[in-house]
């Protein structure tokens, strides 16, 4: 009789528990926020991969508009967003109540995984993020012990490309930032933003140039020179793209 009153009240295991081995994140609702299309594609495709529903927030007021209509399983911050610091985010995902059951971190910045991490999150993804396998583990392996019940399974070697629409929406909103860059807000942004991009597009020239732009910035030193090659990459990188 117990026996059966167990079975009588047992409640049916959510979807994502009843996933197939090669699509285990089935049911889960994951919100990225990240400022760059480019980047928010490859999350896109992982997640369409690995059978996960997606929500993009481009920044922190997007992300917030987001959290108060549904409560996402997984986030995945980015932390150098336009209008604040995604470590503040991570945060106050991690210490609400209800706790977001996995907070990521995300970064292009080799430093980004401490900054995540010593804000409280589960675990961190380096730009670019390309591996299906990578991806599936880090989520899986940040899940809470009683929630996750996947049995063991081959790894996939899958590795994704977005698409390079996004790559060329992002580089006409760094060419649109620059033809109006005067405070220092917009250069740092354009520092990290064009940064980022450019580690998730793998092209070093370009994340040097970057990179070359924030050093001279902090520095105090004349960013006419800087700015003026990066426009100029950027107008390169366009041309490029222009076909897609």
């Not at 167990?6 to 609702?29: C, E, F, N, V």
């Not at 995300?106 to 396998?133: H, I, N, T």
């Not at 942004?189 to 140039?209: G, H, K, N, Q, T």
Request: aromatic share 4%; charged share 25%.
């Amino acid at each position: 009789m117990l026996t059966e009153q167990k079975a009588d009240t047992a409640q049916p295991l959510p979807k994502w528990r009843l996933s197939l081995p090669d699509r285990p994140l089935t049911g889960m609702t994951v919100l990225v926020i990240e400022d760059s299309r480019f980047a928010s594609e490859a999350v896109r495709l992982l997640c369409l991969r690995s059978g996960a529903r997606i929500r993009r927030a481009d920044c922190l007021r997007s992300a917030a508009r987001h959290l108060r209509s549904y409560s996402p399983m997984v986030a995945i911050v980015d932390l150098g967003l336009p209008d604040g610091n995604g470590a503040d985010l991570i945060a106050t995902l991690t210490e609400g109540e209800p706790r977001v059951p996995v907070v990521l971190g995300m970064s292009g910045d080799p430093d980004g995984r401490d900054v995540a991490m010593d804000a409280g999150a589960d675990s961190f993804l380096a730009k670019p993020v390309e591996s299906l396998a990578v991806f599936q583990q880090t989520i899986l392996q940040a899940m809470p012990r009683d929630m996750v019940r996947t049995p063991p399974r081959a790894m996939p070697t899958d590795v994704i490309h977005p698409d390079e629409s996004g790559l060329r929406d992002d580089l006409n909103h760094v060419a649109e930032v620059l033809s109006d860059a005067r405070d220092t807000g917009q250069i740092d942004y354009i520092a990290r933003f064009l940064a980022s991009v450019a580690r998730s597009a793998r092209d070093p020239a370009l994340e040097e140039a970057a990179t070359a732009l924030a050093r001279d910035h902090v520095a105090g030193n004349a960013v006419a020179t800087d700015l003026a090659r990066i426009s100029g990459m950027v107008q390169d990188r366009l041309a490029r793209v222009a076909g897609f």
